[in-house]
């Protein structure tokens, strides 16, 4: 059965092919891929990232390099309007490395917060998970704001520990724990 995980106004579910025009609006923004791995995207490329997402993503975390990507589909228009990335890292360790974008016309609205928990609470309650990290960059507060929202821990700053679009950046390690993990809603 499908992965899809509700929450009061999104509905989380695995990326599908017509969802193409949606991620382009922002996988093509500057602002939106500054800090993530990804190019700014052209409607080709779209098309050839989602295919290969589709064809490798899993409903599971099970062994070591499974990951897991879900659109953010709003209920009310059904629009795409973010994603998360989870991987595991190590099935030893059960170490999952999670990972957020909202649209940049539907930020600052909370969706991130509501989305990134809901799928906090199901890897801590579907699969064999300790410990959930998010890798930052340090010039990216906001992102670092949502990880304490949703209370992890600033563990670690990394000085100039990547090599990332053409700068040196410094990386924040956030973290915690499934016994820390607080499934009530709060903000
Ligand atoms: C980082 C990022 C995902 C945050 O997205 P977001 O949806 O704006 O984040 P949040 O869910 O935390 O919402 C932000 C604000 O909405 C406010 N808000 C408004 N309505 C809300 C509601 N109904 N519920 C909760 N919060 C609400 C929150 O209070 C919060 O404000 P605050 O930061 O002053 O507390 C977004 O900026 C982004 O996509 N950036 C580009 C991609 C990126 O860098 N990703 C991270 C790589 S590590």
């Given at each position: 059965?499908?992965?899809?995980?509700?929450?009061?106004?999104?509905?989380?579910?695995?990326?599908?092919?017509?969802?193409?025009?949606?991620?382009?609006?922002?996988?093509s923004?500057?602002?939106?891929?500054?800090?993530?791995?990804?190019?700014?995207?052209?409607?080709?490329?779209?098309?050839?990232?989602?295919?290969?997402?589709?064809?490798?993503?899993?409903?599971?975390?099970?062994?070591?390099?499974?990951?897991?990507?879900?659109?953010?589909?709003?209920?009310?228009?059904?629009?795409?309007?973010?994603?998360?990335?989870?991987?595991?890292?190590?099935?030893?360790?059960?170490?999952?490395?999670?990972?957020?974008?909202?649209?940049?016309?539907f930020?600052?609205?909370?969706?991130?917060?509501?989305?990134?928990?809901?799928?906090?609470?199901?890897i801590?309650?579907?699969?064999?998970?300790h410990?959930?990290?998010?890798?930052?960059?340090?010039?990216?507060p906001?992102?670092?704001?949502?990880?304490?929202?949703?209370?992890?821990?600033?563990?670690a700053?990394?000085?100039?520990s990547?090599?990332f679009?053409?700068?040196?950046?410094?990386?924040w390690?956030?973290?915690?724990?499934?016994?820390?993990?607080?499934?009530?809603?709060?903000?």
């Amino acid at each position: 059965m499908q992965l899809t995980i509700e929450t009061e106004r999104l509905i989380l579910r695995p990326l599908r092919v017509e969802d193409v025009d949606d991620l382009l609006q922002y996988q093509s923004h500057p602002e939106i891929v500054r800090y993530i791995p990804w190019p700014e995207r052209t409607r080709e490329q779209v098309v050839e990232a989602l295919a290969k997402t589709i064809a490798d993503s899993k409903d599971s975390l099970s062994e070591s390099g499974d990951f897991i990507v879900l659109a953010w589909e709003l209920k009310s228009t059904g629009k795409v309007i973010g994603q998360s990335n989870s991987g595991l890292e190590s099935t030893r360790d059960q170490l999952v490395d999670i990972g957020w974008v909202t649209h940049q016309d539907f930020q600052r609205q909370g969706y991130a917060f509501e989305a990134t928990r809901a799928l906090m609470d199901y890897i801590f309650k579907n699969f064999p998970v300790h410990r959930i990290i998010a890798n930052i960059d340090t010039r990216n507060p906001e992102s670092a704001k949502l990880a304490e929202k949703l209370g992890m821990r600033r563990e670690a700053e990394f000085k100039d520990s990547e090599f990332f679009k053409g700068d040196w950046c410094s990386m924040w390690l956030y973290a915690i724990l499934k016994s820390e993990f607080n499934s009530k809603p709060s903000r």
